[in-house]
């Protein structure tokens, strides 16, 4: 038992046993250390308090710098996977043209033969050459006959000249090779081949753009579609009217291109997006940041799009360049072209 006296004397200083006034004794009493080891003579309960704060918020830095220092736990979580940066894009729906190709050369749409009205005439003058444009009426040409005088051949339509027999002195035949021949108003077709599948496809006044070898693009239409195909080609024919006031060659090679439909209901992706293998026609698209590899179905082709009838949805994210070496379940990183930019 301590003395009433001297228990006024003890105060208790936190990790440190009763400490008394100098020349009072006092037992160590257990407190993890040795009574008053912590504690230098004039150091007060207050100064101790203070060294232990200092220490614990020395330690609690620490742990901040090495937390901070170490890799993110949220990193490591399956919803937050790091892996190769991809350039993605978001799928939308798109109008695409369908499209017939048709190959073939620039014949006139009417040509008509100008001969005399009767036999036994020679030509005195020629007031028209091959590609000269003539009005219906027009003179092409002096001729005498037997009995003196003159007589004209006159234009039975207007049109572009395209060839001319007539030689001054010759005899011009009323039966036999024409003097001239007219390429009626200037219009031409283009007689083009479509292969066997596509001809069913192919209908009076759908639209063309023909291309032709030296003249460049005009537009032109289906006039008619021939109800046969050639039996050795397997090829059906087609006849475009051609829209234009420029002077062709007859005979030119051109290309047609003949828009049959147009579909506006699904979504287009950019042809490198699409995988073809063993497997079938793939996409591969972004989801939780990780790959995830879709069959579709392709449909209509333009400026490097293509139509996906089935697999993909609007606002899906597609890979815009897909790759083989991107496998199911891989973590990406995705970036979008306008941030590639």
């Known amino acids: 038992m301590s003395n009433p006296a001297t228990r006024a004397l003890d105060f208790v200083i936190p990790g440190c046993a009763t400490w008394r006034r100098p ?14 080891a912590a504690a230098r003579p004039g150091m007060t309960g207050l100064d101790l308090r203070s060294r232990k704060l200092s220490a614990l918020l020395a330690v609690a830095l620490l742990i901040l710098i090495l937390a901070s220092a170490s890799p993110s736990l949220a990193a490591d979580e399956p919803d937050a996977p790091k892996g190769a940066a991809v350039t993605v894009l978001t799928a939308k729906k798109s109008c695409f043209a369908s499209i017939v190709e048709a190959s073939g050369i620039i014949l006139p749409l009417e040509e008509t033969s100008v001969r005399p009205d009767r036999p036994g ?56 090779e024409a003097l001239f021949s007219i390429i009626a108003r200037g219009d031409y077709d283009l007689v083009g081949l479509v292969p066997v599948q596509d001809v069913a496809k192919l209908a009076a006044d759908q639209p063309a753009r023909i291309r032709i070898v030296g003249a460049g693009d005009i537009d032109g239409k289906i006039r008619r579609v021939a109800p046969t195909v050639e039996p050795n080609s397997q090829l059906g024919q087609v006849f475009i009217a051609l829209t234009t006031n420029r002077r062709l060659l007859v005979n030119s090679s051109a290309r047609a291109m003949i828009t049959t439909g147009k579909s506006c209901n699904n979504v ?7 995988l073809y293998g063993s497997a079938g026609t793939v996409v591969q698209v972004v989801r939780r940041a990780r790959i995830e590899t879709k069959r579709v179905e392709v449909g209509l082709l333009s400026g490097g799009q293509v139509e996906i009838r089935d697999g993909l ?20 990183r995705p970036v979008t072209a306008e941030a590639e930019k």
């Open 121 to 176: 005439l020679k030509v005195a003058a020629i007031l028209v050459e091959p590609g000269d444009t003539v009005t219906s009426g027009q003179p092409l040409a002096k001729l005498t006959p037997p009995e003196g005088g003159s007589v004209q051949v006159l234009a039975p339509v207007g049109g572009l000249v395209s060839s001319s027999t007539a030689t001054i002195g010759a005899v011009a035949s009323a039966k036999g």
């Open 313 to 332: 949805q609007e606002g899906d994210i597609v890979v815009a360049r897909a790759g083989a070496l991107l496998r199911e379940g891989d973590p990406v």
């Open 23 to 36: 020349g009072i004794h006092t037992p160590d009493r257990g407190y993890g250390f040795r009574a008053c």
């Open 268 to 274: 287009a992706v950019p042809l490198t997006a699409v």
